[in-house]
């Protein structure tokens, strides 16, 4: 699967992409994943590496996977490794990867069902999946979801339980669902 120029936005938009997206709770996350310093975790739509460089600080080793050019740059300056690649055709082996962390980017994908299956290939039998990403149940996430709409970044909200049956659907196991302010936090393992 060719990686198409629909992520010239991000390319745009990486040079100050970690100075206009806050931060976020990295304990909370670290708890989702139950990620041990040595484990190995893939960020997918990682980006700049603003959510890796914290999970490495801890020793969690991170690789951030995105397909924009210019955000694997920013990655690479903060020293952490980056593949180009999209989340529906992963270069990893299946069962290998013990951690999947998606914050923010599961609506940039664009087959989200084959991102699913490609998702639970590569997570390790008993690993963990962690997706973040806005509520569209939310009134925030529905006017983000309009902003990116009328930004023609060809963006694909859907609902946290919507999101969670896809990955269901191809053998993954929902620990739970929670939401905060706007976000909701999708945990899922694979048995």
Known sequence: MKIRNRHGHFDFIAPFYDRVFGSMRHDLLLRSLDAQPGDLLLDIGGGTGRVAQHLAAVG???????????MLRATREKRLPGVRALAE?????ADSIPRILIVDAFHHFARQQLAAKELVRVLKPGGRL????????????KVIAILE?????????????EMAALFVGFGAKLITIATENINAQIVLTKS
């Open 89 to 93: 055709q992963l270069p990893f082996a």
């Open 130 to 141: 962690v997706i973040n990403e806005p509520d569209l149940r939310t009134p925030g996430a």
């Open 60 to 70: 969690v080793t991170t690789i951030v996977v995105d397909p924009s050019s210019a």
């Open 149 to 161: 709409k009328a930004a023609l970044m060809q963006t694909h909200f859907i609902a946290p339980p």
